[in-house]
Structures are given as structure tokens and as C-alpha cells.
């Protein structure tokens, strides 16, 4: 580093495309993921909107049953592949693990650039099955055998697409540990690093060791459908059962990319609004270890009525059980940390109890399901989808947005409209739930998941869930509509520390220089969230 | 106006870390190995299920040029780790001439295979071929298993060869020194694993009954 940026932030340093797309700066390609997440998830929204149109009504409301199986196995790869499991690491993760642990990149900034431009290219791929070739895939996201090997649609493609966007996800788990392990600022233990950082960290270790898993899988998914090699598909001899398996040994500890990085930013956003400590910091820190590693062996409970001895379902249940009791240490710290705090009630914060509110929602129905004899009675059923959108939107999708409005000074340096954003929230709340409570009472009352019609008995729970699909839209619309006014204003201060934080983030400018730090960050005498001996921070 | 200049870091992600390169290169090891694994598990499962063919399939393989291939990756292994100790001693022209054995070996390792795998895709088992789509399931299964992992390997060895290739150019133009050889540990670790994954696939497909 020899060029030293003067009075300049990262924004101002250099000018034009090429400077943004071939940048190696973490904030920049931050802002890239940033950019493209949103449109992507944008294009998922409307794909969800579509489908909850075609069920506001039993029979036709739209659109065919075949271009519904696409639309919803279209909606699937981009809410999962493309959104949710990069969303909070590649954009928060890369903008703020390195000023968090002090200091002015990743480990393998070429390599963090190179994840993007793969992340693009399989997007590209992915959605380049919608003009080309036989459609996009009818599959479901999971591409189960035998029907994604036997189906006319383009899942040739969508698995490839997959496969290489596997890759962005592994090099950027691996770019994360590696700074994690070298670049903390000196004095700052790993006892002393932020909770963001360990989600991360536990994060990071399941992209790098789940993700090559379903890349050979997929990759023998093509072999399958090009070369007629009977892998998977029983009347060629294989068995989709081992399909099952392998994909399912990824796309659990997938669940948890996506899970721990939100519980790393709702860690970061209760002591802030709380303005005390975290309570139970080592207990928040080791059970997002143990969720990862615990993790690893419950796959099994997607499978329960697909073929598999007494033994082993019962095996896989009960370990599926043991994953509640880290992520119930998580939920009982957060809502131990406002016990006697002071809170500040600002949007980050209503997005962070909506977050605890919902997940929990979701992870009550995740027992439900995780139980033999119950979810024998609710597989593939509208209960899972309601109970995994709990989860994943609820959870994730909430955890995302309340970052975005918790980190939006520190990025780019300026302030939205506070009222707004609280209307915003209180709409996009209300939709949320309209939308897909509803859904659990169908799934109960047995409405199978996966077709375009369905039976008049539960015309209610639809339109009730269609109407909350309208109100969660209005509720984004104006939510993203005020993120963009605020960019709009000019010559605003919003100072390093509107928040009043004490994060490293929050000790340097906003938005940050181009090295990240003006001054050498200070860390906080006994741990990261010691608001006692909070340094001060002088603009 | 104190607060307005960037500030260069002791723990900045720009400087030199040779620790971090050599984390990362395990880290991307520990990929490779799961990426591999998930073919073990496959060959494991088809295997149990299809014990007989498996082992009926396995009499069509040369032992012979298998053990010759696994002595040339075993011997390539040595050369490159005689190399490390070459430009750690500072002897780059020591350095460089086993780096070029070994990417000699990895050729010839590619030779072999090549020669391999031709008669097996002139006796038509290749999968997709006439000959191959009448074969009883588990034979067929084998087949693919072995060129679909074979394959996969002989990737690894080309991308190996091509970077053991570029350590020894940049070790021809001074980039790689006694004081910076990073990048022909990190090619010798990837070497390793290659010549390890190997190791593993020679018995399996090869010896075992």
C-alpha cells in the first residue's frame, strides 16, 4: 500500500465501472454483492407473487400447472442459491468483518473479487434458462431424482449453475477464516471479537466443508441426464434415495449459511439499542459452533417418509432435537440482554425483535416437523413451507433488512427517513405474517405443498395469505423507496457513530476511507461489547 | 484536518502473510478432499450394493500400469518435496530442475492414463457408448465410477502440472526465492493431494476383491 487516500472515502477514490467491477476493495465488492442481491431478490419476490396470485382461487387463476412447477423451482434457486445464502455474509460480511476486526481488507482481496465475478456468472447461467433451451426447470430447487433426470425442461443448465455459484460460496468462506485467524487488530483475542465475526467464522467452516458435497452431486446429476449413466434413477439402475442423502448432506448445514450470519447481526444490533453488554457473550459465540457442527448430522430429517430404517429416523430426530437447545441459549441471551437496558427504539431494532418474534415461530415448527409421528402427518405439506419462509424470511430476510438499516449510515454516510422506515416496518410485519401463518393452518389442515390448484377447503387460508403477499409488497416497496431517498440527499453529517455503537465499525468515518481507518482503532477493555469502557470517539 | 488521512495498518490485508497463503491453501484442501468425498461415499454405497459386478468389472483394469502410474506419482511427490528444500537452501537451479521432473512425471502419468483409458474406450465401455449401455447395472456403474473419478484426478494432475509449471518460471525470473518460496510449498501441498487421492483410488478401483 503506498497510495494513501487523503480526505477522500472509499466512494470518491477512484471513478467509472471498471473501477467498480474489477475493484479488490472488500467494501466495494460489498456494494456489488449489495447490488446485485437486490436484484435478484427483486426477481424473486415477483416470481412469489405470481404463484400467490395463481392460489388466490382453487383452479386457474393464471397460469398452467407446468409454468407453475417452473415458476416455483425458479423462485427456489434464486431465493436460496442466489439471495439468501450469500445475502448477509458477502454483503455485510465482506463490507464490515474487516473494519470490525480493525483492520483494511480480507486476507485474499483478488480472491474476494474473483467470488464475485463467479457469483455472476452462475446468476447469468441460472438465469439464462428462462430464454434459453426448454424452459427453465420444473424440479423444485431440490432437483430430486427421478424426475430431474427425466424431465424435458433446462436442468442441465440450473445445476451447472448451482455447481459454479458453489464456488463464489466456498472461496468466500475460506477468504473469512483466513482473515479471521490473521488479521485482528492487535489485543483483540478471539474472545474479544464481535459476535458478527464468529457467526461468521462458523458460517465460513460449513460454506468450505458442506458446499463441494453438492457440487459433485449435481455434477453427477448432468452425468445422469447426458451420458444415460443410471446413478440415481431406478429404472437404470440406481437409487434416488442416494440422491436424497447427498443433497440433503449440503442443503442441511445450507440452512445454517443461512441462519448464523443473522444471528451474528441481531448479536451486533441488541447491545447497540440496548446500550449494554450482550449477555452470555461465550454462550452466544460456542453455540454458533455448535449449531454448525451439530448441524452436519441431522440431514436425515428431510427424508423421514422417503425411505429409511426405524433406526435411523429416530437418530436423526433426536439429534434434530439437540439443534434446539444452542439456538434456544441464542433467543434466551438476546432477550436477556434488554432486561434493564436502555432501549432506543429505531428501525434496526424493530427489525431485530421481529426477527426473535418470527424465528421462533419458525423453529417451534421445526420441532414439530423434527418429530417422527407429527411430521409423517405434515411432510410436504404447506406447514413446511410456511415453517422454513418463518425461518428463512422471517429469520434471514428480517435479519437482512434490519442490518441494512442498522449499517446504511456507516456505508453510505448518510440517513434515511426514520418515520418511514418504522411505517415501512410496521406494513412489511403485518404482510409477512398475513402471508405465511396462514399457510401453517392450511399445511395442518392438509394442504399438500407444490401445485398451481387445491382443493376449495381451503380457499380461506389462501386468500388471506395472497392479500398479506400485496400488503408485505406495499410494505417493501416503501421500505426500499425510503433506503433510496435517503441516498438521494445531499450534504449530509450523519458523524462516525449515529447509533452510538462501539463497535470498530462505528470509531472511523462515514463512510469509511479507502484503508478503512483514519486513526488506529481502539478496542474496548473487556470485550467487544464493554459499554463501560466505551473509547471515546471524537469526529 | 488529523482525522482525514487513511491510515496504514500493522495487521493490514495487503501486506505479506505467508502464514495466511499457506491457511488458505490447506483451507482449499480440506474442499478438494469433501469434493472427492462425496465420490467415495457413491463408489462405497454402489459398491455394497453391487459387490459382484465391482469385483468382475475390476479383473478389466491393468494392475500393471496402475502400480506403474502410482510408483511415478510417488516418485513426483519426492521430487517436488526435494524441491522445496532446494530453493529453501537457496539452489534455484536445483529448485527448478525438480520442479521440471515433476512436471516430466505428472506427464507421463497422463501418458499412461491416456493409454488406459483408450483401450478400455475401444473395447467400448465408456459410458454412453453401445457396448457400455448393454451392460448389466452394476458393470455399468463401475465403469462410470472409474472414469468419472479417474477423470476427475487427471484434472488435478493437469491443473497441478500447469502450476508447478508457472512456480518454476517464477522461480526462473527471481519472483520465487529462499526468502519467498510460499508459492512452491503451497504447489507442493496441492502436489501431495493429488498423489494421496490416488493413493486411494489404486486400491479401490485396482486391488481390492
Same mark, same amino acid.
Given at each position: ?539 | ?19 495466511? *497463503?499457506?491457511?488458505?491453501?490447506? &483451507?482449499?484442501?480440506? %474442499?478438494?478432499? #469433501?469434493?472427492?468425498?462425496? /465420490?467415495? @461415499?457413491? =463408489? ?47 539452489? *534455484?537451479?536445483?529448485?527448478?530442475? &525438480?520442479?521440471?521432473? %515433476?512436471?516430466? #512425471?505428472?506427464?507421463?502419468? /497422463?501418458? @499412461?492414463? =491416456? ?95
Amino acid at each position: 500500500m503506498t497510495a494513501v487516500s487523503t480526505h477522500l472515502n472509499f466512494f470518491q477514490t477512484k471513478k467509472g465501472i471498471f473501477s467498480w467491477i474489477f475493484s479488490v476493495d472488500h467494501k466495494r465488492i460489498a456494494l456489488l454483492y449489495f447490488y446485485s442481491l437486490i436484484t435478484f431478490f427483486l426477481v424473486g419476490v415477483t416470481l412469489g407473487l405470481l404463484m400467490r396470485y395463481e392460489l388466490l382461487n382453487p383452479g386457474k387463476d393464471l397460469v398452467e400447472a407446468k409454468t407453475y412447477n417452473q415458476i416455483f423451482t425458479m423462485h427456489g434457486v434464486i431465493m436460496i442459491f442466489l439471495f439468501i445464502i450469500p445475502s448477509i455474509p458477502a454483503v455485510f460480511g465482506n463490507f464490515f468483518l474487516p473494519i470490525m476486526l480493525g483492520t483494511d481488507d480480507v486476507s485474499f482481496p483478488r480472491l474476494n473479487l474473483l467470488s464475485w465475478w463467479i457469483y455472476v456468472i452462475g446468476a447469468l447461467m441460472a438465469l439464462s434458462t428462462l430464454l434459453f433451451g426448454d424452459g427453465p426447470a420444473d424440479t423444485g430447487w431440490t432437483f430430486y431424482a427421478p424426475y430431474s433426470v427425466k424431465t424435458g425442461t433446462n436442468v442441465t443448465m440450473s445445476v451447472l449453475a448451482a455447481f459454479v455459484i458453489g464456488f463464489s460460496s466456498i472461496l468466500t468462506g475460506l477468504n473469512f477464516i483466513v482473515t479471521i485467524h490473521r488479521l485482528r487488530t492487535p489485543g483483540m483475542t478471539f474472545l474479544k471479537m464481535p459476535l458478527f465475526a464468529w457467526s461468521l467464522y462458523a458460517t465460513s467452516w460449513i460454506q468450505l466443508l458442506a458446499t463441494p458435497i453438492i457440487g459433485i452431486t449435481l455434477l453427477m446429476i448432468v452425468a445422469e441426464r447426458v451420458l444415460g449413466v443410471g446413478l440415481f434413477d431406478p429404472s437404470i439402475g440406481g437409487d434416488p434415495i442416494l440422491y436424497q442423502h447427498l443433497f440433503w448432506i449440503y442443503s442441511h448445514p445450507a440452512v445454517y449459511i443461512m441462519a448464523l450470519p443473522a444471528f451474528g447481526v441481531i448479536s451486533e444490533m441488541l447491545p447497540t439499542f440496548s446500550q449494554r453488554t450482550i449477555f452470555g457473550y461465550k454462550a452466544i459465540a460456542f453455540s454458533s459452533l455448535a449449531i454448525a457442527f451439530v448441524g452436519y448430522f441431522i440431514w436425515g430429517h428431510h427424508m423421514f417418509t422417503s425411505g429409511m430404517s426405524g433406526t435411523a429416523r429416530f437418530v436423526f430426530s433426536m439429534l434434530t432435537f439437540l439443534v434446539a437447545i444452542p439456538t434456544a441459549i441464542k433467543v434466551f441471551n438476546w432477550v436477556a440482554t434488554l432486561y434493564k437496558g436502555s432501549i432506543n427504539v429505531q428501525p434496526p431494532l424493530l427489525y431485530t425483535l421481529a426477527f426473535i418474534f418470527q424465528f421462533m415461530i419458525g423453529g417451534f415448527t421445526g420441532l414439530v416437523l423434527g418429530a417422527l409421528a407429527t411430521d409423517i402427518h405434515l411432510h410436504d405439506t404447506y406447514f413446511v413451507v410456511g415453517h422454513f419462509h418463518y425461518v428463512m424470511f422471517g429469520g434471514t430476510g428480517f435479519a437482512f433488512f434490519g442490518a441494512l438499516h442498522y449499517w446504511y449510515p456507516k456505508i453510505w454516510g448518510k440517513m434515511y427517513n426514520i418515520k418511514v422506515a418504522n411505517v415501512a416496518f410496521v406494513i412489511f410485519f403485518i404482510g409477512f405474517n398475513m402471508l405465511y401463518f396462514p399457510m401453517l393452518i392450511a399445511g395442518l389442515m392438509g394442504m399438500p405443498r407444490r401445485y398451481y390448484d387445491y382443493l376449495p377447503e381451503f380457499h380461506l387460508p389462501n386468500m388471506i395469505s395472497t392479500y398479506g403477499s400485496w400488503v408485505l409488497a406495499v410494505g417493501l416497496i416503501l421500505m426500499l423507496s425510503n433506503l433510496v431517498a435517503g441516498l438521494l440527499k445531499k450534504n449530509q453529517n450523519v458523524g462516525r457513530n449515529p447509533w452510538n455503537g462501539i463497535t470498530l465499525e462505528w470509531q472511523t468515518l462515514s463512510p469509511p476511507p479507502l484503508e478503512n481507518f483514519d486513526r488506529m482503532p481502539e478496542i474496548p477493555l473487556n470485550g467487544p461489547y464493554d459499554f463501560e469502557h466505551k473509547p471515546e470517539i471524537k469526529d | 484536518m488529523e482525522h482525514a488521512h487513511g491510515l496504514h495498518l500493522p495487521n493490514s490485508g495487503h501486506n505479506r502473510d505467508d502464514e495466511a *497463503s499457506k491457511m488458505g491453501m490447506w &483451507l482449499f484442501l480440506f %474442499t478438494e478432499l #469433501l469434493l472427492f468425498g462425496g /465420490l467415495f @461415499i457413491v =463408489y462405497m454405497v454402489y459398491r455394497m450394493l453391487n459387490h459382484e459386478a465391482f469385483l468382475l468389472s475390476s479383473f478389466e483394469l491393468n494392475v500393471w500400469l496402475g502400480t506403474i502410474n502410482t510408483v511415478v506419482l510417488l516418485v513426483s511427490s519426492m521430487t517436488i518435496a526435494m524441491s522445496i528444500t532446494a530453493i529453501q537452501k537457496g539452489n *534455484s537451479a536445483q529448485s527448478i530442475r &525438480l520442479l521440471m521432473t %515433476t512436471v516430466g #512425471l505428472s506427464l507421463l502419468f /497422463l501418458v @499412461i492414463k =491416456y493409454f488406459e483409458w483408450s483401450s478400455k474406450i475401444h473395447h467400448g465401455l465408456f459410458p454412453g457408448m453401445d457396448y457400455y449401455n448393454n451392460l448389466p447395472k452394476g458393470e455399468a456403474l463401475f465403469f462410470f465410477l472409474y472414469f468419472m473419478m479417474t477423470g476427475l484426478h487427471a484434472l488435478h494432475i493437469i491443473i497441478g502440472g500447469i502450476l508447478i509449471g508457472v512456480v518454476a518460471y517464477r522461480t526462473k525470473k527471481g519472483e520465487v526465492t529462499s526468502k519467498k518460496y510460499t508459492l512452491t510449498e503451497n504447489a507442493g501441498l496441492y502436489w501431495h493431494l493429488v498423489d494421496l487421492i490416488w493413493i486411494y483410488l489404486f486400491p479401490l478401483f485396482y486391488l481390492i476383491h
